[in-house]
């Protein structure tokens, strides 16, 4: 699963990084409590011209949704059901995307059942590339949203001790083959990241509230 990430990336770095060209309405970075149903930072692939960063609604709106809140909120995609479901399979074939994240958070319950938050990074300090898709939703005298999820799959060996699912993370090379620059096979890409391509560490519960805001979010305790 992925129900929250940070951001710290500047956005002229991210776009470099990406080879994309920014949007003008980009979300406001560093950020260090991204929630469902606010603006996240995505890939997508350019029309004849260079990849394009801009900014989505984090919770794909499948397109018979006549509000944006007519159904469950669909922040996740399983990799495992991705094709067959109607509110993704579209989506999975033709629209996809890279959500730009510096780490995301997890959750352990103790004894008692408090949940305890976890960051989640990578070991060589590089930004993560979600796997995503994406669509454009709009109904009768509504205004367009633009609206993504991240595909998630099986968690690798050591993240299962905190959670048995986790975000799909594109490496560099697999970028273009994501992103429909490179033929098919994409399919190929959704599967638990490499055992010792994260680490982890717990965090104060501050970031348990989706209106908590600054850095000390990701500092060890």
């Known amino acids: 699963m992925c129900g929250r990430m940070a ?6 770095a991210m776009a470099q990084l990406f080879a994309a060209a920014p949007a003008n309405d980009l979300p406001d970075v560093p950020n260090y409590n991204v929630c469902p149903t606010t603006q996240v930072h ?29 159904g469950p909120l669909l922040i996740n995609a399983r990799a ?35 949940r ?22 709009r109904a009768d005298a509504e205004e367009g949203i633009r609206t993504c999820a991240v595909v998630t799959c099986a968690a690798n060996d050591p993240m299962r001790a905190i959670h048995h699912r986790m975000p799909v993370i594109v490496e560099k090379e697999n970028w273009p083959l994501w992103l429909g620059e490179a033929g098919k096979g994409a399919a190929s890409l959704m599967v638990p990241a490499a055992n010792d391509l ?14 908590a805001e600054g850095p000390e979010l990701i500092e060890e305790i």
């Open 116 to 137: 305890d938050p976890w960051y989640i990074t990578r070991r060589d300090g590089a930004p993560l590339a979600f796997a995503a898709i994406w669509q454009d939703w």
């Open 80 to 114: 495992e059901t991705i094709a067959d479901k109607p509110a993704f399979g579209a989506a999975a074939r033709e629209r996809r995307g890279l959500v730009v994240a510096s780490g995301f958070y997890e959750w352990t319950k103790d004894a008692e059942g408090g």
């Open 42 to 70: 995505i890939v997508t692939a350019g029309t004849g011209g260079p990849r394009r960063l801009g900014a989505m609604r984090w919770g794909f709106i499948p397109k018979w949704y006549k509000k944006p809140g007519d």
């Open 7 to 12: 951001v710290t990336l500047p956005h002229d």
């Open 198 to 211: 994260l680490t982890w560490h717990r965090v104060d519960r501050a970031v348990n509230s989706n209106r």
